[in-house]
C-alpha cells in the first residue's frame, strides 16, 4: 500500500462520502485539531506510570479511541452514514469528571496551566480540544454535523480540565491560582 495518493497536491481531500473539499475547509481544519488532540494524548500516555494512575492511563486510552471517532464523525457529512459518537459516550464522560472533581479540594479562582509535568501536557490537549470546538462550531453555520460530536468535544475540556487537577494533587503539587481572579467558581 502506498502512503501517498497524490490527491491532494491540489490542495483538496475527500471526506467520508467521496466528496473532495479545500484542506482548509472547516470540517477539516476541525477533524485535524481533533487528530492534534489525540497526538497530544498520546503524549500525556507515554509520559504517564499505568502502574501508578491505572485508572487515568486507561481512560485517557478510551478517550484516544472516542476522540478518532469525533474526528471520523467530523468527516461525514450528514447525509453520508451513521455516526459513532453518541449520548453514551457524553454520559461516560460526565460520570468521569464527576469522579475526578470528588477528588481534587474545590476551587474559586481561575488556574494557571501548571505544576507536574503530565498535568501542564494534559493542560495542552484541553487547549487543542477547545480550539477543535470552536472550529466545530464553524461547520454549523455551513452544514449539520453529530451534535453529540460537539457535546463529547465540550465534555473533554472539562475532563482534561479536572484530570489535569487531580495529577497535580496525586503527586502533591499546587494548582496555580490566577493572582487576580475574584471568585469564578461556586461550590
Known sequence: MKLYTKGGDKGKTSIIG??????NNPRVRAYGTVDEANSFIGLVISSMSKEEMPELYEEL???QQYLFDAGTDLATPAVAEKYRISKECVEWLEGRIDVYAGKVPPI?????PGGHKISSQIHIC???IRRAERETVD????EKINEQALKFLNRLSDFLFVAARYVNHFYGEQDIFYERSGKVFRN
Open 139 to 142: 461547520i454549523l453555520s455551513e
Open 108 to 112: 474559586e479562582k481561575f488556574i494557571i
Open 61 to 63: 486510552s478510551v478517550i
Open 18 to 23: 467521496g466528496k473532495r473539499v479545500s484542506k
Open 126 to 128: 484541553r487547549t487543542i
